[in-house]
């Protein structure tokens, strides 16, 4: 928390007496987002989506990533819940990272390490031939 702020919060809770002011100005920031609603599809066929037939490839729509992870489609909020950042996804270490903070997700979106503390929202795929069918 920036100095100007913190003395603001010092100062509201000085005027008016409360204790709790001072506290919640203490706390560990974990502004949590809420992840999109999803219902879209994703053409295979595609050549946008040609990442997705190769085993670690990946693609982001609708501020979801969808990930081949050895032949089973994974959908994850693309979304951090520390701080609202867009996550990337690293295929080689099968992990999505915040770059804002280090926050990490493994591909079942709970957290590996923070500052994040809540999971990301998983989404359903189905396949239907060359389609994939993502809601949540």
């Not at 089973?72 to 819940?81: E, F, G, P, R």
Request: proline share 1%; with cysteine; charged share 10%.
């Amino acid at each position: 928390m920036e100095r100007k702020v913190f003395m603001k919060f010092i100062s509201a809770a000085v005027v008016t007496g409360s204790i709790a002011t001072l506290l919640d100005a203490c706390k560990k920031e974990d502004n949590s987002t809420t992840a999109p609603k999803a219902d879209f599809t994703l053409d295979l066929t595609s050549s946008s989506n040609a990442a997705l037939l190769h085993s670690g490839g990946s693609v982001i729509s609708n501020q979801v990533v969808v990930i081949n992870n050895n032949g089973t489609y994974v959908a994850l909020s693309d979304i951090c819940t520390h701080q609202s950042c867009a996550l990337s996804y690293n295929s080689a270490a099968s992990k999505l990272t915040c770059h804002c903070h280090g926050s990490a997700f493994s591909l079942s979106g709970s957290v590996l390490n923070g500052p994040a503390s809540s999971s990301l929202k998983q989404y359903s795929v189905t396949q239907s031939g060359n389609t994939l069918h993502i809601t949540g």
